[in-house]
């Protein structure tokens, strides 16, 4: 009888010590891997470094010993000059207009020719612009421009770029946002391009799972006032470009109210860029990166979490309750 319980009690053990065994491993496995990764003989590619996250990150990923290539629109401008002159020999910049096959081959052809021993470590995807109207006051060619760059600058830079990051085993990084997953009055051209973007970051997380190569997306809320990328457009301007079949529907006094709206909503975002810099310096040097970063703040972030998981009865009847969405309601075909 004692022996039936000695047994009994070691088979009872068994399943407890392994999972702990497990656990154990898994804990200094992750130990292992929480050095940051070091830079020196490595490079970076990143598009968008004339001005604000993409200059941000340049500088401080030189500052970690990474071979930096910073992709600029205008090599000779102000924000690339002075790229140059505030890091090291490290850090080589090129011309780089994302929405250009030339641009983006010539860069290959640099990079390649500069790479240090270990190869290309990482694609900063940062490269985008923005700017806010309503649909109907958007014409063809807007869609078309912001989803030239913010789109279809990163997949033509992914495409030329992969074979490098694959023979490093590195890391692919994309700057979305949250409008590519929360629906909102204004945004919709930059709201298409960027859910375009992650549709396009998921796929390839997929299938460079296979080749040790990690993706991950950037989702910065409201950095407007602190990258200086926002368009700055009057509701006269706006006014301007439409025919008189829209003037009739959308009041100018309207208009005038969606321009200080949208400006005052910029105003109130976040005046500094390090949360977002922080998360773009974990995705390539982390050695268990997220698959998303989410950076909005702490009040925010409930809601954000929540929002791609409500019904759309749900999702669409959150603008109802803003003031502007009433007023809208209330101008529109207004004399």
């Not at 047994?7 to 407890?16: D, F, L, R």
């Not at 090129?94 to 030339?102: C, G, I, P």
């Amino acid at each position: 009888m004692n022996s039936i319980l000695f047994i009994g009690q070691i088979i009872g053990i068994i399943p407890i010590s392994a999972v702990l065994l497990f656990l154990l491993a898994k804990l200094v496995a992750r130990h292992r891997l929480s050095r940051v990764h070091d830079g020196r003989g490595y490079a970076v590619l990143i598009t968008g470094c004339d001005s604000g996250f993409g200059h941000q990150l340049a500088r401080c990923l030189d500052h970690k010993g990474f071979v930096v290539f910073a992709g600029c629109l205008s090599p000779e401008g102000t924000g690339a000059l002075s790229l140059a002159r505030q890091s090291s020999r490290n850090l080589k910049i090129l011309k780089l207009d994302v929405t250009s096959e030339e641009d983006v081959q010539q860069a290959k052809r640099t990079v390649q020719e500069n790479l240090p021993e270990k190869g290309l470590w990482a694609v900063v995807n940062n490269a985008g612009i923005t700017d806010w109207a309503e649909i109907e006051w958007s014409t063809f060619e807007d869609f078309r421009n912001m989803i030239d760059v913010n789109l279809f600058g990163s997949i033509r830079t992914s495409i030329a770029f992969l074979p490098l990051v694959r023979a490093a085993k590195g890391r692919m990084v994309y700057v979305s946002s949250i409008f590519a997953f929360f629906n909102c009055l204004n945004m919709g051209a930059y709201s298409v391009s960027k859910r375009g973007l992650e549709a396009f970051a998921d796929c390839l997380r997929v299938e460079m799972a296979s080749f040790g190569v990690k993706v991950s997306i950037i989702q910065p809320g409201n950095f407007g006032q602190a990258t200086n990328i926002l368009r700055m457009k009057s509701g006269l301007d706006i006014w301007e470009k439409l025919d008189e079949e829209r003037k009739q529907i959308f009041n100018r006094q309207y208009l005038e109210l969606a321009s200080e709206y949208f400006m005052l909503t910029c105003k109130a975002g976040f005046k500094d860029t390090t949360m977002v810099i922080d998360a773009m310096l974990h995705a390539v040097t982390s050695p268990q990166p997220k698959f998303r970063y989410l950076l909005v703040s702490v009040l925010d972030r409930f809601f954000f979490r929540l929002f791609p998981f409500m019904p759309t009865i749900l999702t669409d009847a959150v603008f109802s309750l803003s003031h502007m969405y009433g007023k809208r309601k209330e101008l529109l075909y207004a004399k």
